[in-house]
Nanobody, 113 residues
Framework: QVQLVESGGGLVQPGGSLRLSCAAS????????MAWYRQAPGKQRELVAH???????TYVDSVKGRFAISRDNAKNTVYLQMNNLKSEDTAVYYC???????WGQGTQVTVSS
C-alpha cells in the first residue's frame, strides 16, 4: 500500500521561506514522477510543481523563480522549497504520486504578518 506523508508546513511571514517534505513508501519511488498540489479555501486544487523520475522539474507560472521541487531517491522523499512566500500561497499543500489518485494527508501553509 502506497503511503505519502507530508511535513514542513506552518505559519510564516510574507517574504519568508518553508521547505515541505513528502516521504513515500510502498512504491518504486525512483521510477515514479511526483508532484505538489495546493488547495486554498474555496478554490480548486491546483498543480504547483512536478518532477520526473529523471529530476526534471516544471512549475505553475505563479511560483516560478520562488519555488523549487527536488527529490532524493535514496530517501524516497520529494521536497518543495518555497521562498519569498506571499499571502496568496496560503493553502493546504498535498503530495501526489503522478498519474494516480494517491495523495498525502496535506500540510497547511499560512503566509501572514
Amino acid at each position: 500500500q502506497v503511503q505519502l506523508v507530508e511535513s514542513g508546513g506552518g505559519l510564516v511571514q510574507p517574504g519568508g521561506s518553508l521547505r515541505l517534505s513528502c516521504a513515500a513508501s510502498g512504491t518504486i519511488f525512483s521510477i515514479t514522477a511526483m508532484a505538489w498540489y495546493r488547495q486554498a479555501p474555496g478554490k480548486q486544487r491546483e498543480l504547483v510543481a512536478h518532477i520526473t523520475s529523471g529530476h526534471k522539474p516544471t512549475y505553475v507560472d505563479s511560483v516560478k523563480g520562488r519555488f523549487a521541487i527536488s527529490r532524493d531517491n535514496a530517501k524516497n522523499t520529494v521536497y518543495l522549497q518555497m521562498n519569498n512566500l506571499k499571502s496568496e500561497d496560503t493553502a493546504v499543500y498535498y503530495c501526489n504520486e503522478w498519474g494516480t489518485s494517491r495523495w498525502g494527508q496535506g500540510t497547511q501553509v499560512t503566509v501572514s504578518s
